[in-house]
């Protein structure tokens, strides 16, 4: 799966991150502002804030002003699992489950809806490890 995370963090532009929060202790946040300082056209989406850090959040997929590429699930495993229900194929072309935001039920209705998926790789060492040329 590494070097799956690579492949799409070369290819792929613009991504979506569920679970976004404005506290920095927290995973949704982390990974927002690293795809963000690497370049990437990342859009924040979590209902409870309306901007993160002076970037508009975003309540839903619908609101996005584009279809992202990509979807990086930065939730507890059980949210991903409900999350998932109102995600198709339509919203993004790839669905990405870091570690400790996955659970084989949420594997699952990825591969039961034919989902692209990538689970259990953290986009954000990928990244630092592809800076460090690894």
């Known amino acids: 799966m590494r070097e799956k995370a690579k492949e799409i963090l070369e290819t792929k532009k613009v991504f979506a991150v569920i679970g976004v929060t404005q506290d920095e202790a927290k995973y949704g946040y982390e990974v927002f502002h690293t795809l963000k300082e690497f370049g990437y056209k990342t859009y924040p989406l979590n209902p409870k804030y309306e901007e993160i850090d002076g970037n508009k959040c975003y309540t839903s997929l619908k609101d996005l002003p584009e279809s992202p590429e990509v979807i990086v699930l930065a939730l507890a495993p059980q949210n991903t699992e409900k999350i998932l229900d109102g ?9 990405w489950m870091p570690p400790g935001c996955w659970s084989e039920r949420a594997v699952e209705k990825c591969r039961q ?6 689970y259990d790789v953290c986009p954000v060492g990928t990244l630092l490890a592809m800076k460090g040329g690894d």
């Open 113 to 118: 809806n034919s989902m692209d998926l990538i």
């Open 87 to 95: 995600i198709t194929r339509r919203d993004a072309k790839i669905v």
